[in-house]
Structure formats: C-alpha cells, structure tokens
C-alpha cells in the first residue's frame, strides 16, 4: 500500500458549492486529499460489494442460470459459421 499511497495523480472535477463549502469548514486544507481519498475508497468499497452481492445473488437465481445456458448453446450454434 505505501507504494500506491507514493505515486500521485492529480485529478480535477467539480462538486456542488454546498459541497464544498462543507468541505472547507470541517476539514483542514493540508489534510483534504487524504480526507478525499477515504471518502472515495469508502465508496468504491461499498459499490465492489453490491456489485459482488448482485453477482452472488444471480448465481443463485435457476432462471437466470437457465436463460445462462440457453444463450450459451445459441452462441455455440451459430459459431461454426465463422
């Protein structure tokens, strides 16, 4: 992690003004990336687990596993054309 935490990019993007506003009343200008870097990770963290709960939850789903396997063997009949 301390090699990531070293290379740097440097992004730019717009916020709301409330948005920043807040931002600048309650943190500290020499602590803002940090502060914006664990708000972002926080929230790609919590994105990476729905998205691997929705994944989970559609393993499980026999329709969607059927409809799986009937897109499949369409594929594989049209395949020996090409």
């Known amino acids: 992690m301390k090699d990531q935490?070293?290379?740097r990019v440097h992004q730019t993007f717009s916020i709301p003004a409330d948005v920043y506003k807040?931002?600048?009343t309650?943190?500290?200008r020499?602590?803002?990336s940090r502060f914006v870097t664990?708000?972002?990770r926080k929230e790609l963290l919590s994105k990476k687990e729905?998205?691997?709960?929705?994944?989970l939850a559609a393993n499980k789903d026999k329709g969607q596993k059927e409809a799986m396997t009937d897109w499949e063997s369409?594929?594989?009949?049209g395949s020996s054309e090409w």
């Not at 369409?74 to 009949?77: F, L, S």
């Open 50 to 55: 729905t998205l691997r709960n929705a994944y």
């Open 5 to 7: 935490e070293q290379k």
């Open 26 to 28: 309650f943190v500290k």
């Open 22 to 24: 807040e931002l600048h």
């Open 38 to 40: 664990e708000a972002i």
């Open 74 to 77: 369409t594929v594989a009949d």
């Open 30 to 32: 020499r602590e803002m």
